[in-house]
């Protein structure tokens, strides 16, 4: 089955009463492009490793939608040009052009998976994903299995492979781990393979701490996803992931446990890092660890700042591509 892309050119202004318009003609889902400038809601919902660059705001915006081949186009475009005249009396609607093309039928949920192959993070450590048969090179090395679903990180980007090669190097046995935007959980299950004495996690989308919890289950972790206020209880056998922003939150942060971890980590964003930088600490024991990543070159001396004024040491700053991640530690005093 083929489908039809509709797509109409209008306003910035217009693009919400458009899109409103359209679920009432039965339309369920827009795509909506502009270059309207990205709030700090935005920015921390998003989980992508170098924010767009969308350019000076024009005003315009393109709202598109997709129609299965059995449907009426034409009759869908007469409703939508017969309700953008409605909506014209009562706000700019800019062009208001509406343009056709056919697309292929695709699985758009799964074809990525055919880019997301076993690949090696050390001499010992191997990321597969679910779906992947095991190989000869694979034989005698530890295995993460991962399906990553609709949550962010499979672990072949640099950012994540720095953040699993210095957890090896500074996570010691028995330690507790705090995974601050666990995404798929490679990192807690990392973690955990490293000899955590307890790893916890969070995420502010509930759909990647569910990913999380049945990832680490697949890798034979137990795992739960805590959905109350209570705090947690810290189970030696079992990781606990809850959904919130620790940056903001302070019962969140309450919950999780105050100066009870030996090591934090954050595969994130540099914009998501430097505020996480003023909050991190009061999760750590006196000189813990915090692992930072997701750090573009670029804003590399900002989030050093920001962790310098906020009381961490500098331990060791490692580079992969155009990556960068920080390893550092709490000064005893700050606490």
């Known amino acids: 089955m083929k489908w039809t892309k509709l797509t109409i050119t209008t306003t910035t202004q217009a693009e919400d009463l458009i899109s409103a318009m359209l679920g009432e003609l039965g339309i369920a889902g827009v795509e909506i492009e502009d270059k309207v400038p990205l709030s700090a809601a935005d920015k921390e919902r998003m989980f992508i490793d170098i924010l767009p660059e969308l350019g000076e705001d024009d005003g315009v915006a393109k709202i598109s939608f997709y129609l299965e081949?059995?449907?009426?186009?034409?009759?869908?475009?007469?409703?939508i040009k017969e309700q953008m005249e409605e909506?014209?009396?009562?706000?700019?609607?800019?062009?208001?052009?509406?343009s056709c093309s056919d697309t292929e039928d695709k699985d758009w949920i799964n074809n990525w998976k055919a880019f997301f192959k076993p690949?090696?993070?050390?001499?010992?450590?191997?990321?597969?994903?679910?779906?992947?048969?095991?190989?000869?090179?694979?034989?005698?090395?530890?295995?993460?299995?991962?399906?990553?679903?609709t949550a962010f990180g499979t672990g072949s980007h640099e950012t994540t492979k720095l953040c699993i090669i210095?957890?090896?190097?500074y996570l010691k046995s028995d330690d507790w781990l705090l995974d601050v935007g666990c995404g798929s959980g490679i990192l807690s299950i990392a973690g955990r393979l490293f000899?955590?004495?307890?790893?916890?996690?969070?995420?502010?989308?509930d759909?990647?701490?569910?990913?999380?919890?049945?990832?680490?289950m697949m890798n034979r972790m137990k795992a739960i996803?805590?959905?109350?206020?209570?705090?947690?209880?810290?189970?030696?056998?079992?990781?606990?992931?809850?959904?919130?922003n620790v940056i903001s939150m302070d019962a969140l942060r309450s919950q999780i446990g105050l100066h009870r971890y030996d090591v934090v980590v954050a595969n994130i964003l540099a914009d998501i890092i430097i505020p996480l930088s003023e909050v991190a600490g009061d999760f750590m024991k006196p000189n813990g660890i915090f692992i930072s990543s997701g750090i573009i070159n670029t804003k590399q001396d900002a989030v050093?700042?920001?962790l310098v004024s906020n009381g961490f040491e500098i331990v060791e700053k490692t580079v992969m591509g155009d990556w960068v991640s920080f390893v550092a530690r709490k000064e005893q005093h700050q606490l």
């Open 69 to 79: 081949e059995s449907e009426d186009t034409e009759a869908v475009l007469q409703a």
């Open 87 to 98: 909506l014209a009396q009562f706000v700019t609607v800019g062009a208001g052009t509406i």
């Open 119 to 149: 690949f090696a993070i050390d001499d010992t450590l191997w990321i597969k994903p679910t779906w992947e048969e095991m190989t000869g090179e694979m034989t005698g090395k530890q295995i993460i299995e991962i399906d990553p679903g």
């Open 166 to 169: 210095n957890l090896k190097k």
């Open 195 to 205: 000899g955590a004495g307890y790893v916890a996690g969070t995420d502010v989308d």
């Open 207 to 216: 759909n990647a701490v569910k990913t999380t919890v049945e990832n680490v």
């Open 225 to 244: 996803q805590v959905t109350d206020s209570a705090s947690l209880r810290h189970y030696s056998d079992c990781m606990e992931f809850l959904t919130g």
């Open 304 to 306: 050093e700042k920001a």
